[in-house]
T-cell receptor
Framework: DQQVKQNSPSLSVQEGRISILNCDYT??????FLWYKKYPAEGPTFLIS?????DKNEDGRFTVFLNKSAKHLSLHIVPSQPGDSAVYFC??????????FGKGTRLHILP | DVKVTQSSRYLVKRTGEKVFLECVQD?????MFWYRQDPGLGLRLIYF???????EKGDIPEGYSVSREKKERFSLILESASTNQTSMYLC???????????FGQGTRLTVV
């Protein structure tokens, strides 16, 4: 039973436009949500996170939105750049417990 | 900067071999995790540990065991490697009270 779902395996976006990656979760106990970025043959790197007490967190070109009532979060990247092409993993945790990852979304930034 | 080092980037082993994957972190973090990544399946948790000599099963522990004799080192053991254990293995760590985990560079294991 998947607790963290990324329903889009891949996404293609034109360079300079906005990339929106979506994630849904089922466990209402999650209190922390994270996005990781992964290039081939490398470990995931932490990108941005949000606590369940907030609905938005911004860091440069990256913004994460959390809608607790819908159990949905999204990552916005604007403007999208070629180096953003990677697999993005959504993750969730109850603090001090294990981190649960989604299946990932492969983002392609088109020239 | 947190450094999480996995002993090998690429490994090829034969079916039935006992395989050891080592992970070392240099930040005195309490928590350590082993994940595997497979296409279409994302990152799945195999085992994790909150402290020395403590271990907890993750979502897919079958065919694996772990050892944590020292705080900085967390080993994943494939008791008898099988071809369905061919995968990318990722070690991660974080301190108690943090949600963000820091990952190693990964070990691409191929079992032939």
């Amino acid at each position: 039973d998947q607790q963290v779902k990324q329903n889009s395996p891949s996404l293609s976006v034109q360079e300079g436009r906005i990339s929106i990656l979506n994630c849904d979760y089922t466990n209402s106990m999650f209190d922390y949500f994270l996005w990781y970025k992964k290039y081939p043959a490398e470990g995931p790197t932490f990108l941005i996170s949000i606590s369940s007490i907030k609905d938005k967190n911004e860091d440069g070109r990256f913004t994460v939105f959390l809608n607790k009532s819908a159990k949905h979060l999204s990552l916005h990247i604007v403007p999208s750049q070629p180096g953003d092409s990677a697999v993005y993993f959504c993750a969730a945790s109850v603090r001090d417990d294990k981190i649960i990852f989604g299946k990932g979304t492969r983002l392609h930034i088109l020239p | 900067d947190v450094k999480v080092t996995q002993s090998s980037r690429y490994l090829v082993k034969r079916t039935g071999e006992k395989v050891f994957l080592e992970c070392v972190q240099d930040m005195d973090h309490e928590n350590m995790f082993w994940y595997r990544q497979d296409p279409g399946l994302g990152l799945r948790l195999i085992y994790f540990s909150y402290d020395v000599k403590m271990k907890e099963k993750g979502d897919i522990p079958e065919g694996y065991s772990v050892s944590r004799e020292k705080k900085e080192r967390f080993s994943l053991i494939l008791e008898s490697a099988s071809t369905n254990q061919t995968s990318m293995y990722l070690c991660a760590t974080n301190p108690t009270g943090w949600a963000e985990a820091f990952f190693g560079q990964g070990t691409r294991l191929t079992v032939v």
